[in-house]
């Protein structure tokens, strides 16, 4: 059973499933399913229902179905299917046998659409669905009925027979409940229940050519499966009454239904269509971008599902609807990686270093810390040597105000190594850039100094003659702005250009060779960088930024929190 990273705080939900249990509702027991759609990959926001569906079903002794709803064969697939199953056990979640689908029951599911029109509860409509939405009203005006609501039941059991054996065009005729045109929820307004698709199904091929609406399906999948409580996000709410309606109808097991406000990340976006319309029109490099809200995504950007599991209890479930800065979720995976991520140096933007009077062909070793948050890890042999990669941003020629790195006549430490002092570079005569950088060493300085001289800055650094070379593509928000939907008239025009930025050329010390696809590291002053687990190759070692080390989210911690 996977345990909490943060300590669960109580909530509504809890309190719900717990005082149904106390009061022996539903025999005691707890049944909770997670029914994604299998039309796209799944984002963080379905991680924060997977985690509540699972560790509610976890925490009160029962257990959690996964069940595809997969009522639309026109936008699902079975990659689709594939990717969800291997996400949610990535998230550390198993259903054990308790795998299922809406399809499964599409028999169940004609046969007692059956029973609603003999009841005289359904019908066949023959409006276009243009029409549909006209007769449906508004939020301020009732409906109209249709002329086609009060045919006969035989005439709608005939033609609903011939629907399911494709006898009917595409759009030509529905099947609607019978409710209330009247009634101030649109959703009670004879809702549409069947609509004829003559596509082929991922499950069941060309065996259909009617398919239940989500809203028909959804609440009878659940009594099929004798869900107990069926928790969903806020927008369901207004549908809850056509569920109720449907099984008090049909006279069947009946959950219980709990609503939580849905995820809303901020420099993101949750829309499944959205998402596929970044994906198909070659905005994103697929569907597993790092820069994807995806789960596929943070998984390839290098995010734990230990920090997404952690971020899901720290943001809870409340009824009201609000924006997570995502610093938050970047604070969650800087605590995880900086307990687990072995440290390590490279060099983004390489500056050649000479130590002039170090010994040339010498070469020696020292010792680095691998973490200092975990001593059990220890310590690693790093080859240091005459010449040297240093990054860019580490030297100056003329040098700001505290600036406190490498500049003529400057000394800085070398990380684990010598103190240096700059006295010279060489440019290139054209240009005039510094394309590297002359220095001296004190022997005795080696990891620290004994005479108590001390510098204010220290560098990293990668031995030039051991250097291993690859790319490190640096990705950022995925949206400049918070709120893409709302600050923006054409939501793609919030895009961050700079979302990524691909560095070639980059050293990395030797104990980086050979490091395994989904690997985790802290560049030592950079950030927290992931093997890339697609494209990086050994001939081609690719690495992706999980995140930067400036912790903003920490920091409004620290101001909201009163002091003494």
Known sequence: MIQPETPRAANFIRQMVAEDVKNGRFGGHVVTRFPPEPNGYLHIGHAKAICVDFGIAQEFGGRCHLRFDDTNPTKESTEYVESIMDTVRWLGFDWGPHLYYASDYFEQLYRWAVELIKAGKAYVDDLTPEQTREYRGTLTEPGRESPYRNRPVEESLDLFARMRTGEFEEGTRTLRAKIDMASGNLNLRDPVMYRIRKAAHHRTGDAWCIYPIYDWAHGQSDSIEGVTHSICTLEYEDHRPLYDWYLDQLGVHHSQQIEFARLNLSHTGMSERKLLELVEGGLVSGWDDPRMPTLAGLRRRGYTPESIRDFAERIGVAKADNLVDIALLEHCI???????????MAVLRPLKLVIENYPTGQGEEVEAVNNPEDPAMGTRRVPFARELWIEQDDFRETPPPKYFRLSPGVEVRLRYAYIIKCTGVVKDPQTGEVTEVRCA?????????????????????????????????????????????????????ALNPTSLQVLTGCKLEPSLAGAAPASRHQFERQGYFCVDSVVSAPARLVFNRTVGLRDTWAKIEKTATPSG
């Not at 605590?335 to 440290?343: T, Y």
């Not at 949206?479 to 600050?487: M, V």
């Open 441 to 493: 060493y004190d022997p005795a300085s080696r990891g620290g100094d004994a005479r108590g001289r001390k510098v204010k800055g220290t560098i990293h650094w990668v031995s030039a003659a051991h250097a291993v070379e690859a790319e490190v593509r640096l990705y950022d928000h995925l949206f400049a702005k918070p709120k893409p939907d709302e600050e923006e008239e054409d939501w793609k025009a």
């Open 334 to 344: 800087r605590e995880d990686l900086n307990r687990r991520a072995p440290r390590v």
